[in-house]
């Protein structure tokens, strides 16, 4: 059995933007040849991290290790390695040939440079002609796969993406899905990748951590549910789902009517009758990383949530995609944010 390799450990990081603190991270290891994916509102601190994960920023307080050597003793060659895709990238005013071949030209590698930049907008499926586009010529979802493009020619071994499929259309999400999973097969390339898009995310990533107002909130199957929610006659939020059903949170009643409700894939079961339980319909089963487990994901009146099961349940259940379940949250385990 393989040993996973730790490729990240943060010790007692704390970081501060005038005066404010933004992130308050304890203990977090992040693992090698993994997509990660980072989940949390606006604000929570993601787009921090990812700038300290790639030596952009340096934390105000606490240590960064790196293949367990601290960060401020990583020399430069080891951090050309690690490149990060902001959320809103700059694409200089000039042709896509010159916005993929850039961070090349900085490190003075000019070999094959035309079949290197062919090489990666086919990764992005993009075609050969694009190489001599302008800038302005692209559309959002072309102009996002040329930034993607232009840091894979590098081969990194860490890539960082935040809100890479943001303001893109369904098939530039999909080839961007294929791009980083390219990566990950021909390069060993360990990705960090933040995104709104939930499902997305659900569907890339081998794990997933969620933050919120800079704090670690959880690791592994996450899910979330957004306003609007409606008070019950206690004062309890509930969730008002579009095919009529309802599920009331107990022991809501000062939770605000915009919060955020974060639940583990451990604390919702399926045909697991209570008198909390709500119809769903299975739409995918998929394995996890480890051990039996399979997650298995469902749709209650249009929004997906998970649920963890082994596969001898599964097999015993006779559960497929299309298949209608009983699905009982344990509300007390619930995280608001």
Same mark, same amino acid.
């Given at each position: 059995?393989?040993?996973?390799?730790?490729? /990240?450990?943060?010790?007692?990081?704390?970081? /501060?933007?005038?005066?404010?603190?933004?992130?308050? +991270?304890?203990?977090?290891?992040?693992?090698?040849?993994?997509?990660?994916?980072?989940?949390? $509102?606006?604000?929570?601190?993601?787009?921090?991290?990812?700038?300290?994960? %790639?030596?952009?920023?340096?934390?105000?307080?606490?240590?960064?290790?790196?293949?367990?050597?601290?960060?401020?003793?990583?020399?430069?060659?080891?951090?050309?390695?690690?490149?990060?895709?902001?959320?809103?990238? /700059?694409?200089?005013?000039?042709?896509?040939?010159?916005?993929?071949?850039?961070?090349?030209?900085?490190?003075?590698?000019?070999?094959?440079?035309?079949?290197?930049?062919?090489?990666?907008?086919?990764?992005?499926?993009?075609?050969?002609?694009?190489?001599?586009?302008?800038?302005?010529?692209?559309?959002?979802?072309?102009?996002?796969?040329?930034?993607?493009?232009?840091?894979?020619?590098?081969?990194?071994?860490?890539?960082?993406?935040?809100? $890479?499929?943001?303001?893109?259309? &369904?098939?530039?999400?999909?080839?961007?899905?294929?791009? +980083?999973?390219?990566?990950?097969?021909?390069?060993?390339?360990?990705?960090?990748?933040?995104?709104?898009?939930?499902?997305?995310?659900?569907?890339?990533?081998?794990?997933?951590?969620?933050?919120?107002?800079?704090?670690?909130?959880?690791?592994?199957? +996450?899910?979330?549910?957004?306003? $609007?929610?409606?008070?019950?006659?206690?004062?309890?939020?509930?969730?008002?789902?579009?095919?009529?059903?309802?599920?009331?949170?107990?022991? *809501?009643?000062?939770?605000?009517?915009? *919060?955020?409700?974060?639940? %583990?894939?451990?604390?919702?079961?399926?045909?697991?009758?209570?008198?909390?339980?709500?119809?769903?319909?299975?739409?995918?089963? /998929?394995?996890?990383?480890?051990?039996?487990?399979?997650?298995?994901?469902?749709?209650?009146?249009?929004?997906?949530?998970?649920?963890?099961?082994?596969?001898?349940? +599964?097999?015993?259940?006779?559960?497929?995609?299309?298949?209608?379940?009983?699905?009982?949250?344990? &509300?007390?385990?619930?995280?608001?944010?």
């Amino acid at each position: 059995m393989d040993t996973v390799k730790s490729l /990240y450990e943060l010790k007692n990081v704390e970081h /501060y933007h005038n005066e404010k603190r933004v992130l308050n +991270i304890d203990k977090l290891i992040l693992e090698q040849s993994k997509i990660t994916g980072v989940f949390g $509102p606006n604000g929570s601190g993601k787009s921090t991290l990812f700038s300290i994960l %790639s030596f952009v920023s340096k934390p105000t307080f606490g240590t960064v290790l790196f293949n367990g050597v601290d960060s401020k003793k990583l020399e430069h060659k080891v951090k050309q390695d690690i490149v990060i895709l902001p959320q809103n990238p /700059y694409l200089l005013k000039r042709s896509v040939f010159d916005n993929v071949i850039y961070g090349l030209s900085l490190r003075n590698d000019t070999k094959n440079l035309n079949q290197r930049v062919t090489q990666a907008l086919n990764q992005v499926g993009l075609e050969d002609s694009f190489k001599n586009r302008k800038w302005s010529q692209l559309s959002g979802g072309e102009a996002q796969r040329v930034a993607l493009a232009a840091r894979l020619i590098l081969k990194p071994k860490v890539l960082i993406l935040d809100e $890479p499929t943001s303001g893109v259309d &369904t098939n530039s999400a999909q080839l961007i899905k294929e791009a +980083i999973f390219l990566a990950k097969q021909k390069w060993d390339t360990t990705l960090f990748i933040s995104s709104h898009d939930h499902n997305w995310l659900n569907h890339t990533c081998d794990k997933k951590i969620a933050l919120f107002q800079g704090e670690l909130v959880q690791s592994g199957s +996450i899910n979330l549910l957004f306003a $609007p929610w409606k008070k019950d006659s206690n004062g309890n939020l509930t969730k008002e789902f579009f095919c009529g059903q309802k599920l009331v949170f107990e022991n *809501s009643i000062s939770k605000k009517r915009d *919060s955020i409700v974060m639940i %583990s894939s451990d604390d919702i079961y399926l045909n697991k009758k209570s008198s909390n339980s709500i119809k769903a319909v299975i739409t995918s089963i /998929y394995k996890e990383n480890c051990d039996n487990q399979m997650l298995v994901e469902f749709v209650i009146g249009g929004i997906t949530l998970n649920s963890k099961l082994s596969k001898n349940i +599964i097999e015993e259940k006779s559960l497929l995609p299309g298949s209608e379940v009983d699905v009982t949250i344990d &509300t007390s385990k619930a995280c608001w944010i």
